[in-house]
């Protein structure tokens, strides 16, 4: 870990511990003093004690965000990864709170509290995270406190991951020299490893030998190693051993989306998909009236897709193209814009309404997609959902994309959107789904808001 990066992290946990106590303070206030003429106190706890009591909670609550990940030193600090552990951690110290209170109803009657306390302290503990970040991030951004690494590989990986570190410094890192092979690390940079923090092998194609060496090279040296992972490193991630007639098996899975997990993600899909639906009520209202307005032709449009293990389903939409918009795609499939894989994007399509641009540019369109979700034909988070043409043109590979149920969102979705080739949207699918967990999910969540807002390269 860098300096930079340590000295920021050596404030988390008493920024935490004071952020939770001004969320309980302004809880405190809210209830005994703005809302008491709404709903009149019957039992009023003294400021004091209130104040002895939430220090003593808030002291185990720090535990529990440790136990969450949030003071982790070995991770780089993310903030759509925070504030889903902000959350979990925030909701598990509520929950112990409540089952306190069972046990001992005199302690604390003020449900208000407790369930105001919940939400004010997830948002005054992001709250101290976001100006952490925001004082880190213009460090980096003035060339303070990078982390100087080495890019290994001449390929397209190595080419993409060095532009992308040289354009972004708020990643922390800094490249300060990029090798083709070992005889050149071994030639050039031998008396320089006192300015090496970390070594990022970035092609794929390197042979194994090689790769254990530059392994090997980096842990006598105390250099970080980090590699890209090729096809059998992502089946890899989700093995488990089973043995039969005291043989022992190796059972490569599909995605570690199974038993468990599955239902997990299945409660979770319906839970927060209903909620939302509740929630965008009047907004639903207000989009169907304007697209009646807008053009001829019904609200809500079903079209084929094809979701899990193949199986065909009609996916939902606000309609944001003309009468007969089907039939005319045959017309434009030589326009085209999308030549790397079986897709079909068209970024000035004719066939698209005035409002119907407005809904896609910031996904509104595609807000119906949370009924597939309750219906259980789509997930919140998955791969792109394919039309059964695009499917038929599939390589052998992009058919694991058919191994969980297509998403409203996705790694995909959130990492360029539009302007991803398919072969990287489909890399990046498929390790979503070798990779899979509720964590991973509700980041890819998070990250989806400010994507969508910002208009990041939508079509």
């Not at 326009?335 to 309404?353: A, H, Q, S």
């Not at 998403?407 to 890399?427: D, M, N, P, V």
Request: net charge positive.
């Amino acid at each position: 870990m860098k300096r930079a990066n340590l000295i920021f992290s050596v404030f988390l946990l008493p920024l935490d511990f004071l952020m939770l106590i001004t969320a309980g303070i302004f809880v405190y206030y809210l209830r005994f003093s703005a809302l008491v003429v709404l709903r009149p106190v019957i039992f009023e706890i003294q400021f004091g004690c209130y104040l002895l009591s939430s220090a003593a909670i808030f002291l185990v609550w720090l535990i529990v965000f440790a136990l969450t990940g949030l003071y982790n030193l070995s991770e780089r600090r993310h903030f759509s990864k925070e504030f889903s552990k902000i959350f979990l951690g925030c909701s598990v110290g509520t929950m112990l709170i409540v089952l306190f209170i069972f046990f001992n109803r005199e302690f604390f009657s003020s449900r208000f509290i407790v369930l105001a306390g919940w939400l004010m302290t997830i948002i005054f503990v992001s709250v101290g995270r976001v100006f952490i970040h925001y004082y880190e991030i213009r460090s980096y951004r003035k060339g303070k406190g990078l982390e100087p690494i080495l890019v290994f590989g001449s390929g397209r990986e190595a080419d993409q991951i060095n532009d992308y570190i040289q354009k972004t410094p708020e990643l922390g890192y800094k490249v300060i020299g990029r090798i083709g092979n070992l005889d050149d690390l071994f030639a050039d940079w031998l008396d320089k490893l006192g300015q090496v923090n970390q070594i990022i092998q970035a092609n794929p194609g390197l042979n194994r030998n090689d790769v254990f060496k530059l392994a090997e090279f980096c842990k006598e040296n105390q250099i970080v190693f980090k590699y890209t992972a090729d096809i059998f490193d992502a089946l890899a991630s989700n093995v488990k051993m089973e043995t039969i007639n005291g043989i022992p098996v190796i059972v490569i899975q599909r995605t570690s989306l199974e038993g468990w997990g599955r239902i997990v993600k299945r409660f979770s899909d319906i839970f927060f998909s209903f909620f939302i639906l509740l929630l965008l009520l009047p907004v639903f209202l207000i989009l169907g009236l304007i697209i009646k307005i807008d053009s001829n032709g019904q609200i809500f449009v079903g079209l084929e897709r094809i979701g899990e293990r193949g199986k065909k389903f009609r996916l939902y939409k606000f309609r944001s193209m003309i009468k007969n918009a089907a039939k005319m795609k045959k017309e434009l499939v030589k326009y085209n814009e999308r030549n790397d894989g079986p897709l079909f994007k068209l970024r000035n399509d004719p066939r698209i309404t005035k409002f119907g641009k407005i809904l896609r540019q910031f996904s509104l369109d595609e807000l119906p997609q949370l009924f597939n979700v309750l219906r259980g034909e789509m997930s919140l988070v998955g791969p792109r959902p394919h039309e059964p043409e695009e499917v038929a043109l599939y390589r052998n590979d992009y058919k694991q994309l058919l191994t969980i149920k297509p998403g409203i969102t996705g790694l995909a979705q959130i990492s360029g959107r539009s302007t991803l080739s398919f072969k990287e949207e489909a890399r990046l699918d498929i390790y979503y789904i070798e990779n899979w967990s509720i964590m991973f999910d509700l980041q890819i969540i998070f990250k989806t808001i400010p994507a969508v807002i910002l208009r990041k390269n939508a079509v």
